[in-house]
């Protein structure tokens, strides 16, 4: 994002927290019907349409930064292995031989090492365009055509530095509509090609995976659950939402915002007073900040009440010396000390509470209207009706 659009939202930001100051925000609560996180059916119907016919976004492309780079994904139901190819083009494949199913990959992630996959359980190789390159004892299987039995390639895109793929063989990943022309353009702007990965890590818990992407939309929650971590540099319950289709960015404020207000122009640095959230719809979240970014995927477990996320962390720049890879690794572990135990704590808990079915409805202020977009926009996603979700008065029979 450019240094004057940035600039702006920080001004944004200040007059929010000034009316917010003068004249406290008193519209009434939205009432959201749990059976939105609890429904079977809807959980279904998520993990069909959203989860396996759309295209998700699956990495970045400094994930894969040269010919022979790989990178899995097993959190989906089909195992998908990314592929930097000769070309300097990624593609996408499903991990598994065509001749009994075997992993072609388990490692995660391997930089610029591959020439060639060898299925372990028959021996079958394949080369970095999915092609079928050899068949142990081949004479076993009388006459094969190998053209036929490559790799199963599924639609795979990259653009503006970030790598998307259909988990489903099927037509090419429409960019343009999935994005939207204003939204591809902001992401553009932040030349997600150049970041460098620090390190990835994945959170498992017993979490509905829209209750866990909630803990993410809002930052009304920092004073009280971060207060000993992040909230003493934060202001809770102030933030920007702007919505590009069922995508969003959502802009929340440090406490320096409040400083400002005499700046001049030509010294405002307004992204060190802001951080800046990117969910690309339906489970991603890119926290970007001045020096790091925060990449979450978040996805559904097997049971409703469980989820997965990939957690990773970039730099903004190349560290230079080894102070600073080392400054990347002492955030990275700051992160793993606070988050599982403290957001991802708060979305087991939640989530507990929700299965519980004692109550019906929960409420989100004005401060989560962020929470009302993307909820309205997952329902129209999988087909449901999304007016039918919130409601702008408690229902006395209904407790």
């Known amino acids: 994002?450019?240094?004057?659009?940035?600039?702006?939202?920080?001004?944004?930001?200040?007059?929010?927290?000034?009316e917010r100051e003068a004249r406290p925000e008193r519209r009434a609560p939205y009432f959201i019907d749990l059976a939105h996180y609890t429904s079977s059916q809807q959980f279904e119907a998520e993990r069909r349409i959203l989860f396996r016919?759309?295209?998700?976004?699956?990495?970045?492309?400094?994930?894969?930064?040269?010919?022979?780079?790989?990178?899995?994904?097993?959190?989906?139901?089909?195992?998908?292995?990314?592929?930097?190819?000769?070309?300097?083009?990624?593609?996408a494949f499903a991990n598994m031989c065509r001749h009994r199913g075997g992993r072609l990959v388990d490692e995660p992630t391997c930089m610029g090492k591959r020439k060639a996959f060898t299925c372990r359980y028959h021996g079958w190789v394949y080369g970095l365009d999915g092609e079928l390159k050899g068949i142990q004892q081949e004479q076993l299987f009388g006459n094969i055509d190998k053209s036929n039995h490559g790799l199963i390639e599924l639609p795979c895109e990259e653009r503006h530095g970030l790598i998307f793929v259909r988990p489903v063989p099927g037509a090419a990943v429409a960019m343009e509509s999935h994005l939207g022309s204003d939204f591809a353009v902001e992401l553009a702007d932040w030349d997600f090609g150049s970041l460098h990965l620090v390190d990835a890590t994945t959170i498992d818990t017993r979490s509905n995976w829209k209750v866990q992407i909630d803990t993410f939309l809002e930052s009304y929650h920092v004073e009280s659950l971060h207060k000993s971590t992040i909230a003493p540099l934060s202001l809770s319950g102030y933030a920007l939402?702007?919505?590009?289709?069922r995508h969003q960015r959502m802009v929340f404020a440090a406490s320096s915002i409040?400083?400002?207000?005499?700046?001049?122009?030509?010294?405002?640095?307004?992204?060190?007073?802001?951080?800046?959230?990117?969910?690309?719809?339906?489970?991603?979240?890119?926290?970007?900040?001045?020096?790091?970014?925060?990449?979450?995927?978040?996805?559904?477990?097997?049971?409703?009440?469980?989820?997965?996320?990939?957690?990773?962390?970039?730099?903004r720049k190349a560290p230079a010396n080894e102070e600073q890879r080392q400054a990347g690794r002492a955030y990275f572990d700051l992160n793993l000390s606070f988050v599982p135990t403290e957001d991802y704590l708060m979305g087991e808990q939640a989530t507990r509470a929700v299965m519980s079915g004692v109550e019906k409805r929960h409420l989100f202020g004005h401060a989560e209207e962020t929470l009302v977009h993307y909820h309205r926009e997952l329902r129209s996603a999988i087909g449901f009706d999304p007016d039918g979700l919130f409601h702008t008065a408690p229902d006395a029979n209904v407790r």
Request: net charge neutral; no cysteine; hydrophobic share 40%.
């Open 258 to 315: 409040t400083q400002i207000r005499d700046v001049p122009p030509e010294a405002l640095d307004g992204h060190k007073h802001l951080t800046i959230v990117y969910n690309i719809f339906p489970n991603i979240l890119i926290v970007y900040g001045p020096l790091w970014v925060q990449y979450f995927e978040i996805y559904p477990g097997k049971t409703v009440d469980t989820q997965k996320t990939r957690f990773a962390l970039y730099s």
């Open 53 to 91: 016919e759309s295209p998700l976004m699956l990495g970045f492309s400094v994930d894969l930064p040269e010919v022979g780079s790989v990178k899995t994904n097993d959190y989906l139901d089909i195992p998908i292995l990314l592929i930097r190819t000769k070309s300097g083009t990624v593609k």
């Open 241 to 245: 939402n702007q919505g590009y289709g």
């Open 1 to 18: 994002m450019k240094r004057d659009a940035i600039n702006a939202i920080a001004r944004q930001m200040f007059e929010l927290y000034q």
